[in-house]
């Protein structure tokens, strides 16, 4: 446990944060190991559950890990007035398929994962995230989504991407060329949610990719969420869409639905639409600027 301090505190540090850093305090390690795309490691924490740490970057607790799920999930699904067939890109825990499993009209969920060890170590340890495998509609596909996109031109209603951030393995899911093949693989009035990254964080990171999806779609967005256990305790999810607004639900969650739900409503999907002046003015600035300056 060479990045937990003699106390047990994980402290998160990170050039993409720099002169800032999370801890969060660690009562053991359940597993650790090297798949041959980055290292693995999961914890028991004090006060936070199992939590997943890929890289030395925390990929969620138990603790708060719902609300970025159900916020990737629920704000391009219910933005879409009807959709059947459903790519997760990442997500190799889990959470986004449990996500989507509260969906009545999903036909077909497909995700594709490129490291096989996350699901395992998720499969095995943590039921809470990788229950959403059970559901009979998941076809699970160990493969680079770059090139899974490529075989499946005009399929998706939805396309999510649950990706760690853009160093390591998820590099490759930042950039306009991947952005591009998502576009060719939905069907028509089709939306693509991909984790957008924290605009008070790392605003480069921000504008480039909404500039990326600006440039491609009719139609983009970008909903803010709370989550403690990611440093500045806040992301976002960044939102392309072919035909449906995205920034307010085509349709509202049935009571039973809404019951499951620990984060998400349709009053909130409005409202994780506004952002404050200063980030509002970093959208006017991607909005204004020349669609073919971001890549
Ligand atoms: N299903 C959970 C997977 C997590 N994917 C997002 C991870 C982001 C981690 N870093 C956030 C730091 C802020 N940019």
Redesign the pocket.
Known sequence: MDFVNCEGWLT?L?D??PGKALSIQVEKEICHLRSPFQDIRLFETTDCGKM?VLDG????TEYD?FA??EM?THVPMFSHPAPEKVLVI???????LRELAKHDTVKEIDICEIDEEVINVCREHVPS?ACGFDDPRVNIHIADGSEFIKSHNSYYDVIIV????PIGPGEALFHKAFYAGMKQALNDGGIIAS?G??FF??PE?FCNLLGVVRSLFPICGYSFML?PT???GN?GVCLGSLKHKVNSPARRPSAEQQSKFNYYTPELHQASAVLPAFGQRLIDKVMAADPNSFN
């Open positions: 998160e990170d993409m944060w997943l970057m925390i990929q969620f890990e970025y799920q990737m990442g997500g190799g825990d889990g959470g986004i995230l649950d990706s760690s951030d984790q990254e924290s964080l790392h990171v989550v990611y440093p500045g992301i």
